[in-house]
């Protein structure tokens, strides 16, 4: 599964800001981005939903 | 609503009788196709964000339908992804749930939801306490 950026037009009413905040240290989303990590660890995505390629 | 560079970080603001509150969603990368979704209020105090606060704006269910909204961006510019989200307290896991549910067919157009229960993830239904979220686009 790739998840290549194809940099496509954002939907109405979404700027891009190339000097918004950095978000990728925040104590917060680590803290998010740990659990979750566990929790994928614990109960493993659905192999169909790996499988599965959007339309 | 702006978006970063990246496309993985979108911020907006609540508007309501207690003024604007910047919020965020935040999408970080967990493995090739699987990105985890933060939510939360930006929080001066502390320069960090933070979901742990009520903000009480009168406008959750217009907050809610703005992070679909950013879900469904991200996922243009990520076709092939799968986004993981859970609340930072069960609390604010069933109010994600309750978001999903009282929107769930306008979802259902874009997205397939599954929740996890019981340690197994099952196709969302409306009514049933989950601890977690997958979301992949149709």
């Known amino acids: ?55 | 609503m702006v978006v970063g560079n990246e496309y993985c970080f979108y911020s907006f603001y609540s508007e309501g009788p207690k003024g604007l509150i910047e919020k965020a969603a935040i999408y970080t990368k967990m493995q090739e196709g699987l990105y985890n979704l933060a939510f939360g209020d930006w929080n001066a105090d502390i320069q960090s964000l933070d979901d742990s606060i009520r903000t009480n704006n009168g406008d959750r269910d217009k907050v809610l339908a703005t992070v679909a909204f950013t879900a469904l961006d991200f996922t243009n510019q990520y076709p092939n992804t799968l986004l993981s989200f859970e609340g930072s307290t069960p609390a604010r896991t069933r109010l994600y749930q309750m978001g999903i549910g009282n929107n769930l067919s306008e979802i259902n157009k874009n997205f397939e939801i599954r929740g996890l229960r019981l340690q197994k993830w099952e196709p969302f239904m409306q009514g049933i306490n989950y601890d977690a979220f997958l979301a992949q686009r149709k």
């Open chain 1, 1 to 55: 599964m790739s998840a290549t950026s194809k940099k496509r037009k954002h939907l109405p009413g979404i700027t891009v800001d190339p000097n918004m905040r950095d978000y990728s240290k925040d104590p917060y989303v680590l803290k998010k981005a740990e659990r979750a990590r566990e929790l994928i660890a614990k109960y493993p995505i659905p192999e169909d939903m790996l499988r599965k390629k959007p339309k």
